[in-house]
């Protein structure tokens, strides 16, 4: 059973719960469109290199939800940008496999583009050779598909 911290308007945040489980979809939605808007994806160049995730913002209260939504990582700053402070949330190596393999389908074509090459198909649950509408990738195109060939 999972747990969560009430908000106003019975409005529920769960912490370490899947996207397929039952919770309120507008946080869901939130979720995954800020990090599809304003995420990050890279490889730590470490060896073996490993991917990591980030946001930066100016407002410490979004990514401070963000977290606590999430369950994971961590908020460093304020790192000063241009007179302004700037905090990034960021995971990486294992805990962040199970966060994009959650977001991947939600995602827009081209975070989906860079969850690809960053984690490979493999770790997405991605099967070679399939069909998803809407992946712009430069690879094998059939009308607005493409064949995901890594």
């Not at 939605?29 to 808007?37: I, N, R, T």
């Not at 959650?102 to 989906?112: A, D, E, H, K, V």
């Not at 860079?114 to 690879?139: C, I, K, Q």
Request: charged letters at 20%; one cysteine or more.
């Amino acid at each position: 059973m999972s747990t969560g911290t009430p908000l106003p308007n019975n409005v529920l945040i769960y912490h370490n719960i899947g996207m397929d489980d039952a919770y309120n979809s507008f946080v869901a939605g939130w979720v995954v469109g800020l990090f599809d808007g304003r995420g990050c994806m890279f490889v730590h160049k470490g060896n073996p290199p490993y991917p990591g995730l980030s946001i930066k913002s100016g407002d410490l209260d979004v990514l401070t939800r963000f977290y606590n939504i999430i369950g994971t990582g961590s908020i460093r700053g304020p790192r000063i940008e241009k007179g302004k402070p700037n905090w990034t949330w960021s995971v990486s190596g294992r805990k962040s496999y199970p966060i994009i393999k959650q977001f991947f389908l939600s995602l827009g074509s081209r975070q989906r583009t860079n969850a690809l090459r960053v984690f490979g198909s493999d770790a997405l649950g991605v099967m070679t050779g399939e069909w998803y509408p809407g992946l712009e990738l430069t690879h094998k195109q059939k009308g607005d598909r493409i064949e995901v060939l890594t």
